[in-house]
């Protein structure tokens, strides 16, 4: 999944002001995606339409919006800690990577940031792939 949202365009939008608004109004923030819809798997089509998808716009403009540092996103993430499954998504934006920057064919490698997840207190890297490959997951 990728959320690519361009700054500010929802911003102004009511339906984004009123999402976001209820979201911080009930989490304080906009929590992860894995707390609104926690049987969805990172890479369901239910994150690319409908309630998913509209999430994750609120997410990504509210993510951008926000300029975290290192540590506060460090602080997001412990607040919401992700399961394995959602490890390449935390790794993406705790770290700011770009993996989709890289030539086509050129595989990127998140064994390294999940190493470094681990360190920090993330756990469940040890299970990542049985818990990608779950069958349970929409």
């Not at 304080?28 to 369901?44: K, R």
């Not at 239910?46 to 926000?66: D, H, I, K, L, Y």
């Not at 300029?67 to 506060?72: A, I, R, T, V």
């Amino acid at each position: 999944m990728v959320v690519e949202v361009e700054m500010g365009k929802y911003a102004d939008r009511d339906w984004y002001i009123k999402a976001s608004k209820e979201y911080i109004d009930q989490h304080d923030d906009v929590p992860a995606p894995w707390i609104i819809c926690p049987t969805f798997h990172p890479y369901s089509i239910g994150w690319r339409m409908g309630r998913g998808e509209s999430f994750m716009m609120v997410w990504g403009e509210w993510w951008e919006q926000m300029k975290l540092d290192f540590d506060e996103r460090l602080a997001y993430f412990r607040k919401y800690p992700p399961p394995p499954r959602w490890f390449e998504f935390t790794s993406r934006e705790l770290f700011e990577l770009d993996p989709w920057g890289r030539a086509a064919g050129d595989p990127f490698d998140y064994l390294p940031y999940f190493e470094k997840l681990t360190e920090m207190g993330f756990e469940g890297a040890e299970r990542i792939e049985e818990d990608m490959n779950d069958k349970r997951w929409d």
